[in-house]
């Protein structure tokens, strides 16, 4: 029999302590250390069967057939975008995200919508009723999706083994568990334990694998940093609730690039594929209103416009407030220092807040020029010229910097109808503006930026 033992591990890194820590030496967090039971006396390789794929020989380079690798279409344009091109046939993914965002339903519908093509999706959350409920709210014609409602990993993996699916969902794997480890449920050496399982599972039998995963309020998922050194890929689902707007992202992709990011709305019916973003975000009722910027932003390798709100008033308190939501409040509060010491604007005495419309977080500096735009016009109470754009990242010394797929932007900018759109200037001179019907103007400084933009508006 296995001796019984206590161990504390951190659920931020993994690292283990023979006693509880405060500090987690490893990864500098606090108060991550959790109590688990494990079976002492075998090792890793034993107990978890080894990460050993299967037994290989090595082969030379030039042995090595080189073919494009397979991928599954998952008749799901953003969904196949954002894995670089579809499923990787045994792959393991893995769907994270804050509870509630929708990647039940994200998986579920991208099952559905396999046709003739045999899925799985088995579930430790919800029942085969519960999850009936849902998928007839979705579209789809699933004719092959096969359901279960089950806990045990080695269950699970049965069945996998009769029915032979193409794809298999596992949602989610916090509420998996394998009989092989002591360790309750939920917990790291759980998760670690199913995920290695699976991923083994996954390349033996060739069968991809999408597992689903919580995250916590620190935006990491819970637990395992070491899930995603297991994972083939990790997408992200993310989005504000009160939103409809939900963006999938890969965080890691063995498979394809990490830049890429899918858009998806919350409906009724599920989640509808977002494949032109700026049209939905751009409200149509902006001109004439103050503290409106439009920003030329790219996400991953995706250009869209993005509307930029800014709100400047009297502070009613001795501290004026600085709030800004889709956008890092710390870069916020540099460019409002910028403002002051370069352009002269008193803003101690004002409260700031910022807002991406449409409920978006926006990581692209490129907005910049468009944030203190906006701030601008809030404080000036003047609306900006509402068919020019804004594409600049805002320096120190209020200089405005070179930003990435400059071209995309602009065209995507004209697509749209827009007049004029202000650039770096650094970047006017290597560019053939000619090409564009869109005006392009390239500015130097944030105050050149301001000028342009106020006369027009005027
Ligand atoms: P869910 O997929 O259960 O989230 P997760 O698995 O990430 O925890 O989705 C949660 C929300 O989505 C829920 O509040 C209801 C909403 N929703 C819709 O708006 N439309 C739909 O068609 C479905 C199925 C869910
Ligand atoms: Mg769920």
């Known amino acids: 029999m296995a001796k019984l033992s206590i161990q504390y591990v951190c659920s931020s890194c993994g690292a283990k302590a023979p006693q509880m820590l405060g500090r987690c030496p490893v990864c500098g967090e606090w108060g991550t250390y959790v109590e688990e039971v494990v079976e002492s006396g075998k090792s890793r390789v034993e107990s978890g069967k080894g990460r050993g794929i299967s037994s290989t020989q090595p082969k030379r380079l030039q042995e090595v057939m080189a073919t494009e690798e397979m991928r599954l279409d998952m008749h799901n344009g953003e969904f196949n975008r954002v894995l670089g091109g579809g499923l990787v046939p045994g792959s393991l993914v893995l769907l994270g995200g804050e509870p509630g965002i929708g990647k039940s339903t994200l998986a579920l519908q991208v099952l559905m919508q396999q046709g003739e093509r045999k899925t799985f999706y088995a579930s430790g959350e919800e029942s085969v009723r519960q999850i009936k409920l849902r998928a007839e709210r979705l579209a789809g014609d ?30 989610s794997i916090q509420t998996i568990a394998t009989g092989d480890v002591e360790a309750s449920i939920g917990s790291l050496t759980q998760v670690r334990e199913c995920a290695t399982r699976i991923l083994e599972f996954a390349k033996t039998r060739n069968i991809p694998f999408i597992i689903i995963g919580h995250i916590n309020k620190e935006g990491s998922l819970a637990g395992p940093k070491v899930l995603e050194h297991i994972v083939d890929t990790v997408l992200q689902f993310e989005g504000d609730q009160q939103y409809m707007y939900r963006i999938l992202r890969a965080q890691k992709n063995r498979f394809g690039s990490t830049s890429e990011i899918g858009i998806y709305e919350m409906q009724q019916n599920g989640l509808r594929e977002v494949s032109n973003p700026s049209e939905l975000l751009l409200s149509t009722a902006r001109e004439g209103l103050s503290g409106i910027a439009i920003a030329a932003a790219v996400e991953g390798v995706r250009p869209f416009l993005i509307e930029v709100q800014a709100l400047v008033s009297t502070a009613a308190y001795g501290t004026p407030q600085r709030s800004s939501t889709g956008f890092d409040g710390r870069r916020l509060n540099m460019l409002l220092a910028v403002l002051e010491k370069r352009i002269g604007f008193k803003l101690l005495q004002k409260d700031v807040f910022l807002n991406i419309a449409g409920g978006l977080r926006v990581q692209d500096p ?19 010229d509402a068919g ?46 000619k090409r564009y019907k869109i005006e392009v103007v390239g500015v130097k400084k944030v105050t050149d930026a301001f000028r342009l933009l106020i006369k027009a508006g005027n």
């Open 142 to 171: 699933a004719e092959n999706l096969y359901l279960s409602s089950e806990t045990s990993l080695e269950r699970i993996l049965d069945q996998v083994k009769e029915l032979e699916p193409e794809i298999v969902v596992i949602d």
């Open 366 to 384: 490129s907005i910049d020029l468009a944030v203190l735009a906006a701030v601008l016009s809030s404080n000036m109470d003047v609306p900006l």
């Open 388 to 433: 020019t754009c804004l594409c600049g990242e805002v320096g120190l010394a209020g200089e405005i910097r070179s930003v990435n797929r400059l071209e995309q932007r602009i065209a995507e900018a004209e697509k749209l109808g827009f007049r004029r759109i202000l650039i770096p200037a650094e970047q006017v001179e290597r560019l053939d503006t």
